[in-house]
């Protein structure tokens, strides 16, 4: 493997790793301002996960030399849940399609997890957890 693609890969990770980070932060907010009109920050919030989604894309893009065309970058800012498992299956061979697909899958419902226990934690740390039963 070379330096490159090592590098490719880190920063990969680590735009994975902010991700989740700023899903967790935003569920953080979102329980804060609960009571408040936050749909601003949620706006904020959600626009700073689609330039890390992005920056995700584009150092793919990069690892394997290829260049997405402008109306796919559309796609995938107005319909990422169509767009970006349409890029994974073009830019994959077979039997390795399916496996990137459904990684993209498990990251969505890892940062709806995460952005779920940051809301929760902070409501449970603020005293407005509902009541169970």
């Keep these: 493997m070379t330096q ?5 890969r880190r920063h990969k990770r680590i735009a994975l790793t ?12 979102d329980a804060a301002l609960q009571l408040q009109s936050s749909s601003g920050l949620t706006f904020v919030g959600s626009l700073a996960m689609l330039i890390i989604g992005f920056r995700w894309l584009t150092l793919d893009a990069a690892e394997l030399d290829i ?13 990422a849940i169509v767009f970006v498992p349409y890029y994974l299956y073009k830019t994959r061979p077979a039997g390795h399609r399916l496996p990137a697909i459904a990684s993209f899958f498990a990251i969505v419902l890892a940062c709806a997890l995460t952005s779920a ?3 929760a934690t902070m409501m449970y740390l603020s005293g ?6």
Excluded: Q
């Excluded at 902010?18 to 907010?29: P, Q």
């Excluded at 260049?67 to 319909?79: D, E, F, H, Q, T």
């Design 67 to 79: 260049r997405r065309p402008m109306w796919l970058n559309i796609g995938i800012v107005m319909a």
């Design 4 to 8: 490159a693609a090592t590098d490719y």
């Design 128 to 133: 407005s957890m509902p009541a169970p039963g």
């Design 117 to 119: 226990v940051g809301a």
């Design 18 to 29: 902010t991700l989740i980070g700023a899903s967790l932060v935003l569920g953080i907010v």
